[in-house]
């Protein structure tokens, strides 16, 4: 009689079907951009005072484990929060994915840039499976983070790869991680470094839970679909349909860069008022109101007094109010004006709304949570209008070319020097030409320690 398959023997079959020479050369591009913009963040974030602290409890990168050390450099990448995301599965892959990889590589030696691919395309897989499955209704009704929920094990996939498990001790690195997972989302309103330090927890979880399945330590079997299993404990509403049949699909691809430093939700309003200023000439000083109107998530994200990094990343007439008094949001920005009154005072203009369409069309497709209508007054009495359903930077509309060096230029030119930020860019565009990665990561993680 056959053994009926789990959810986790059909999960480990995707898993194994993805290897180097059967990536798309595209999927094999998209992973060099998401590595480059990864690293590219962390550097933004280790100006962070939160970085250093953590960095000193850690003691990451030369004095810690691979645990601890990819829990510093996966939180310091979450800070400016201007990293990837996926907006099917919520959250953000990429810190916890990238960190986990780069600090394995780096520690164990010996790993080429294709097998450093390899890994990080399998461990996208696996969390925008679990994403998928149980988001939105973990996230909107649970209060569940995907970036660690999630993101434990995408990261022991990647740990799993690069050391060479046997299936056996894939499916117990995926079902061990799976079912210590952790990461709440009440940061979201109450703010706090939590809302940071859960992407680092998911890479120290993912890389732990694989050190234990590397020797004969596993998980339960129906860890997914069982009754006390991680779907039922975290999802009201799950994809029962994809939870049953997993299946490649490159999700990798689906995954998003952004260009402002605050939460996914906003991004949509961001571009909207952007699209208006830019096309229409106009200056903060010009700006007499501007309404928001969307679902239900987009109206829960107003602060008109927030008090830390994560409550301003996360408040609509804040972000709306440096972009446009400083034309861009940026981590620095976000924090410079914390405690500026008058800008305060102006992002009492920016109000936000429900939409009924926008409301409806949000049921419709869950994952058109931030889709936004705008409309900016300016004070001589002319109404501007916009619609943004999906910002730039999703699949629909992808940021143009050039646009990840550019931040990657940016970002790692600010923190160590132009000529090796080209440098770095060089080598990962190269990157699947690499028989030991480790030379380049002893140099990119002594930068990492320096950064000041």
């Known amino acids: 009689m056959e053994t009926k398959k789990t959810s986790l023997d059909k999960l480990v079959d995707v898993v194994e079907k993805i290897n180097y020479d059967a990536i798309p050369a595209a999927t094999v591009q998209k992973a060099k951009e998401v590595i480059a913009d990864f690293i590219a963040v962390a550097f933004k974030g280790s100006a962070n005072p939160m970085s250093k602290r953590l960095k000193e409890v850690t003691k990451a990168p030369f004095e810690s484990n691979e645990e601890?050390?990819?829990?510093?450099?996966?939180?310091?990448?979450?800070?400016?929060?201007?990293?990837?995301?996926?907006?099917?599965?919520?959250?953000?892959?990429?810190?916890?994915?990238?960190?986990?990889?780069?600090?394995?590589?780096?520690?164990?030696?010996?790993?080429?840039?294709?097998?450093?691919?390899?890994?990080?395309?399998?461990?996208?897989?696996?969390?925008?499976?679990?994403?998928?499955?149980?988001?939105?209704?973990?996230?909107?009704?649970?209060?569940?983070?995907?970036?660690?929920i999630c993101g434990g094990a995408a990261a022991a996939t990647a740990v799993a790869d690069l050391l060479g498990f046997d299936r056996t001790q894939l499916s117990?690195?995926?079902?061990?991680?799976?079912?210590?997972?952790?990461?709440?989302?009440?940061?979201?309103?109450?703010?706090?470094?939590?809302?940071?330090?859960?992407?680092?927890?998911?890479?120290?979880?993912?890389?732990?839970?694989?050190?234990?399945?590397?020797?004969?330590?596993g998980g339960p079997c129906g860890v997914y679909e069982g009754r006390l299993g991680y779907v039922n404990a975290y999802s009201p509403d799950p994809n029962t349909e994809l939870l049953n049949n997993p299946r490649l699909t490159w999700d990798i691809?689906?995954?998003?860069?952004?260009?402002?430093?605050?939460?996914?939700?906003?991004?949509?309003?961001?571009?909207?008022?952007?699209?208006?200023?830019?096309?229409?000439?106009?200056?903060?000083?010009?700006?007499?109101?501007?309404?928001?109107?969307?679902?239900?998530?987009?109206?829960a994200a107003v602060n008109y007094a927030p008090k830390d990094d994560a409550q301003t990343q996360t408040s609509v007439p804040y972000t709306v109010a440096v972009l446009l008094n400083d034309g861009r949001v940026e981590d620095e920005l976000l924090q410079k004006h914390l405690h500026d009154e008058a800008l305060l005072a102006y992002a009492k203009r920016i109000t936000v709304a429900l939409d009924a369409e926008i409301v409806a069309m949000a049921e419709k497709d869950k994952s058109l949570w931030g889709a936004a209508k705008v409309e900016v007054e300016t004070v001589d009495g002319r109404v501007f209008k916009a619609t943004q359903i999906t910002?730039?930077?999703?699949?629909?509309?992808?940021?143009?070319?050039?646009?990840?060096?550019?931040?990657?230029?940016?970002?790692?030119?600010?923190?160590?020097?132009?000529?090796?930020?080209?440098?770095?860019?060089?080598?990962?565009?190269?990157?699947?030409?690499?028989?030991?990665?480790?030379?380049?990561?002893?140099?990119?993680?002594?930068?990492?320690?320096?950064?000041?």
């Open 172 to 217: 117990d690195a995926i079902s061990l991680a799976a079912s210590l997972a952790g990461g709440l989302n009440q940061s979201a309103i109450d703010g706090s470094a939590q809302k940071f330090t859960v992407a680092g927890w998911g890479a120290k979880t993912g890389i732990a839970c694989a050190r234990m399945a590397e020797n004969a330590l």
């Open 391 to 452: 910002p730039y930077g999703d699949p629909e509309l992808p940021l143009p070319a050039g646009a990840v060096e550019e931040k990657f230029m940016a970002y790692v030119g600010e923190a160590c020097g132009k000529e090796y930020a080209a440098k770095l860019w060089n080598t990962l565009s190269r990157l699947e030409t690499l028989e030991d990665t480790r030379p380049y990561l002893q140099e990119l993680f002594t930068k990492f320690a320096h950064c000041e």
């Open 68 to 148: 601890d050390t990819a829990l510093w450099i996966g939180s310091t990448a979450r800070m400016p929060d201007i990293d990837d995301g996926h907006r099917f599965a919520m959250a953000h892959p990429g810190v916890a994915i990238n960190s986990t990889a780069l600090v394995t590589a780096w520690k164990r030696g010996g790993i080429s840039g294709k097998k450093l691919i390899e890994a990080v395309v399998r461990a996208y897989e696996v969390y925008c499976w679990e994403g998928r499955v149980i988001n939105p209704s973990a996230y909107l009704k649970r209060g569940v983070d995907a970036t660690s």
């Open 253 to 299: 691809n689906s995954a998003y860069m952004k260009r402002y430093a605050c939460v996914r939700r906003i991004h949509a309003t961001l571009d909207a008022v952007s699209d208006i200023v830019r096309k229409e000439g106009l200056k903060a000083s010009d700006v007499k109101a501007v309404r928001v109107f969307g679902s239900e998530f987009l109206c």
